[in-house]
C-alpha cells in the first residue's frame, strides 16, 4: 500500500515545522509539502497532489477552510485543528470539505489516525468537537429556522444512519435489499425534511435532532 500523502498549511512556521516532523515520523504518512496560506499550497508541491492536507487554524479565524486549493480535480481529505470553534463554524467546516476536526493540542497519535481516516473516505470529531456540536442542544421538532418538519420514517432514519456510516447509495441499497432509485428517493425526502442540501448537511441535522446517535 502506497503511503498517504499529506501537505501542511500553518501560518506559524513552528507549527508546520511540528506536522511535518509528525508525518516523517510515520511509516504509513509520505510527507508532500506545506505553507502558510492555502492559495500558496500549489506552488510548494511542484505538480503533485496530497491525499489529506492538513490546516492549522488559528485561533482569530472567522470563516471555516473550505476545499479550494488549485491541485487539479482530485479530492482532498482535510484535517483541521482548530480551538474555540463553535458548533456552526464546525457545520460550515464540515459542509466545506472537512473530514476531520480536532483540537489544537490533539496528540500526535490522533492526529495521525485522522489523517488515515480522511484517506479512506472516513469522518473523525473529537469528543470536544462533537460536544460542541451537541452541548445543549435536545432533539426538536423545528429547524432553525423555527419552522417545523416533518417526522422521518423509520426506513428514512435508516437510510439517514447508513449514510452517517459513510455507506454510497449502492451499499445502502444491497443492505435494505432495495433498489439504488428508492434510496435516491429516501435521500431526496430526507433532504426535503431537514431542509439539508448534501448528505453531510443531512447526517448533522440528524445528529442535532436525535434521529441519529453516535
Not at 492538513?54 to 488549485?70: N, Q, T, Y
Not at 490522533?110 to 469528543?127: K, R
Amino acid at each position: 500500500m502506497d503511503p498517504v500523502r499529506v501537505a501542511v498549511i500553518a501560518e506559524s512556521p513552528p507549527v508546520r515545522a511540528s506536522l511535518q516532523a509528525l508525518v516523517e515520523a510515520s511509516p504509513a504518512l509520505r510527507f508532500a509539502g506545506s505553507a502558510a496560506q492555502p492559495e500558496m499550497l500549489a506552488d510548494c508541491l511542484a505538480g503533485s497532489v496530497p491525499n489529506v492536507v492538513v490546516i492549522d487554524v488559528e485561533p482569530e479565524a472567522s470563516d471555516a477552510p473550505r476545499a479550494e486549493f488549485d491541485l487539479a480535480h482530485a479530492p482532498l481529505a482535510l484535517v483541521l485543528l482548530t480551538d474555540e470553534a463553535d458548533s456552526d463554524w464546525i457545520l460550515d467546516a464540515l459542509s466545506g470539505g472537512a473530514t476531520a476536526i480536532l483540537p489544537r493540542n490533539a496528540m500526535p497519535a490522533e492526529i495521525v489516525a485522522a489523517i488515515e481516516a480522511g484517506a479512506a473516505g472516513l469522518y473523525v470529531l473529537s469528543p470536544e468537537i462533537l460536544a460542541r456540536i451537541l452541548s445543549g442542544r435536545k432533539p426538536s421538532r423545528h429547524t432553525a429556522r423555527g419552522v417545523p418538519f416533518e417526522t422521518l420514517t423509520l426506513r428514512e432514519i435508516e437510510v439517514l444512519t447508513m449514510l452517517a456510516e459513510g455507506l454510497g447509495n449502492k451499499e445502502i441499497a444491497r443492505q435494505l435489499d432495495i433498489s439504488d432509485n428508492t434510496v435516491k428517493f429516501h435521500l431526496s425526502s430526507i433532504f426535503g425534511k431537514l431542509g439539508a442540501t448534501n448528505r453531510t448537511e443531512a447526517v448533522m441535522f440528524g445528529m442535532r435532532h436525535g434521529f441519529i446517535l453516535m
